[in-house]
């Protein structure tokens, strides 16, 4: 599925916004969004095969389990599960070729903009709580203690 | 921003972060509800529109780091500090009560399951506890179910609607054959 109108500019903002004013859940699930968005892409052009985008959704969805499991944050949690529905798709697509149908492409195309709004949300919530508290903590508290 | 509170609003803040209602709060303070009420909507427009919940996590986050600096909490004054004991049905055993006539703003020491027991997480305990990676993990796969079922249900109504608008379509352009037949019999 391709970008709603206006999201791949939400997208780019949120992204950037992340890097400058996130903290290191916010970067690090920022950039793991990114590389999989470039990854995609990239591979698009290419026409690669199912089993590519396959292994490239399990590395994404890998990266934001451990985040999502580890983070003083809400919101990972939102974007990996919307990435194991596109996981989950993609698994689909390599068993049972479909022929031509549009409801797995909403449902690989879901997780991208679902992964983009949680990452919004979670930002002006992270904006919001430093702004009224201060700095708090990145990661879990036993995490904290075990590192 | 807790600098910028009126005492009474402090006093209205404390009582909020025992998790006490409104009603319990007029009733100790002996002011309407709706005087409560407005003290609070008060302190969420300085709070940028922080619901209740929040607002309570912040005052007892800034309690701690006040005990943690070795202050003590603005001492409430006056007679209406004195907050009484109210037994009332709503009362549970996870939400600690100041002892009676403690002018001071204790941090409780206890958190429920929704309430986080570190006052730096901002994530419910349990998702921070000794089980809290399984179940994040058991979060995400509903969250995912969830999704999947929205989005599955979106699809089908969309598939139904189409087909719906097709029979019509079809009925649109049978219907005036079927006329010419009967004309022509």
């Given at each position: 599925m391709a970008w709603l109108p206006g999201a791949p500019a939400l997208a780019l903002a949120a992204m950037a916004l992340a890097w400058w004013f996130g903290s290191a859940p916010e970067r690090l699930s920022a950039a793991a969004i990114s590389a999989l968005l470039v990854a995609e892409t990239g591979l698009g052009h290419m026409s690669a095969a199912p089993w590519l985008y396959l292994g490239l959704h399990g590395l994404a969805f890998a990266a934001l389990l451990v985040i999502a499991v580890t983070a003083n944050r809400f919101y990972p949690m939102v974007m990996a599960a919307g990435e194991l529905i596109a996981l989950v798709s993609h698994a689909l697509v390599v068993a049972h070729p479909p022929p031509g149908n549009a409801a797995y492409g909403l449902l690989i195309g879901m997780a991208k903009h679902v992964a983009v709004t949680a990452l919004c949300i979670g930002l002006l919530a992270h904006a919001r709580r430093t702004t009224l508290t201060g700095r708090y903590p990145d990661w879990r508290a036993d995490q904290r203690r075990n590192s | 921003m807790f600098d910028r509170l009126t005492e009474k609003q402090r006093e209205v803040l404390a009582m909020v972060a025992e998790n006490r209602t409104s009603k319990e709060i007029a009733r100790a303070l002996a002011i309407s509800e709706s005087a409560v009420v407005h003290r609070i909507e008060s302190i969420r427009r300085l709070a940028h529109g922080a619901p209740r919940p929040e607002l309570a996590r912040l005052w007892r986050n800034h309690v701690a780091a006040l005990s943690a600096k070795g202050q003590t909490c603005k001492p409430l004054t006056g007679q209406s500090s004195h907050i009484p004991e109210i037994a009332t049905p709503?009362?549970?055993?996870d939400v600690d009560r100041p002892p009676a006539g403690d002018a001071t703003v204790s941090v409780p020491a206890s958190g429920s399951l929704l309430h986080?027991?570190?006052?730096?997480?901002?994530?419910p305990a349990a998702l921070g506890g000794p089980q809290g990676t399984l179940l994040r993990v058991a979060m995400i796969l509903l969250m995912a179910a969830t999704m999947l079922l929205i989005v599955l249900s979106a699809i089908t109504i969309a598939e139904n609607l189409a087909n719906l608008r097709r029979d019509g379509m079809d009925r649109r352009v049978a219907a005036p054959v079927e006329s010419r037949h009967r004309t022509h019999r």
């Open positions: - | 709503t009362d549970s055993p986080s027991t570190d006052r730096s997480s901002i994530v």
